[in-house]
């Protein structure tokens, strides 16, 4: 029996005016399955993540999740079907707590607007899921800290507590550890590794760390010029002599 692919992409192509940003792009991500998108800057991997997240309509092709079609719809559609997507630049607010970060989403999530004559923290069940998410990522105990305090490398795990209280199935990270030093780099490796093993959220994400790339993804998909260059697991990626030469050589060593 054929399982479905949580993302199924086929043909996607977009263009601005004349120029030809992404072509003929087909993959599938199966769920479970921890997916690297990789590629050269201007390989189209943001253009990518914007068609299939929902911030722009393709100009051809399909985007099929879970099952469902979903070219062209906004991302505010898309979301809540269980497609989130995480930025590069950090979005969280700096003068709230890590805590209230975490649960201003899921007051949203959970359709329930904050009251201004009831104070947030009377919202128990919110303020015990918010709390979990930070344990997830390792951040319980900075829990009533104001965001602005943290190191940079915690902020991001403020991001991804933020992103998994919205309990998504398909997660799309956005060069993760991307400014981070060696230290939060390895720890932001772990964190994805175990939810991808024990969360039952799928992960795809584009990174220029190939480190990072070959520690963590199953699969990996190769963008080069709005093409897809090569597409399969990290020891086929390695010694493909395609992605060798997009790379100038010896830079995908990890």
């Not at 915690?154 to 550890?177: F, N, Q, S, Y």
Request: contains cysteine.
């Amino acid at each position: 029996m054929t399982v479905a692919p949580l993302l199924k992409v086929e043909n996607l192509s977009h263009h601005f005016g004349k120029f030809q940003v992404l072509s003929r792009i087909s993959l599938e991500i199966p769920a479970g399955v921890l997916t690297a998108l990789i590629g050269p800057n201007g390989a189209g991997k943001t253009t990518f993540y914007n068609l299939i997240s929902g911030r722009f309509a393709p100009t051809e092709g399909r985007v099929e999740f879970n099952g469902r079609d979903i070219t062209g719809l906004p991302a505010y559609r898309v979301a809540p079907l269980g497609l989130v997507r995480s930025f590069q630049i950090t979005n969280i607010f700096p003068e709230l707590s890590v805590l209230d970060n975490v649960a201003v989403p899921l007051l949203l999530l959970h359709r329930r607007g904050a009251n201004f004559w009831r104070p947030l923290t009377r919202e128990k069940t919110v303020y015990r899921q918010a709390q979990q998410q930070l344990e997830r990522v390792g951040l319980a105990a900075a829990a009533h800290r104001p965001a602005r305090e943290l190191a940079y490398g915690d902020k991001r795990l403020v991001e991804m507590a933020i992103v998994l209280a919205r309990e998504p199935k398909l997660v799309l990270l956005d060069e993760p550890t991307a400014g981070m030093n060696p230290e939060e780099t390895d720890r932001m490796i772990r964190l994805i590794k175990t939810l991808a093993d024990t969360s039952g959220t799928t992960f795809c994400l584009t990174e220029h760390d190939m480190k990072v790339v070959f520690a963590v993804a199953s699969q990996i998909a190769v963008l080069h010029q709005g093409q897809l260059l090569a597409w399969g697991p990290p020891e086929k990626i390695r010694s493909d002599p395609k992605v060798k030469r997009a790379y100038l050589g010896g830079s995908l060593d990890a």
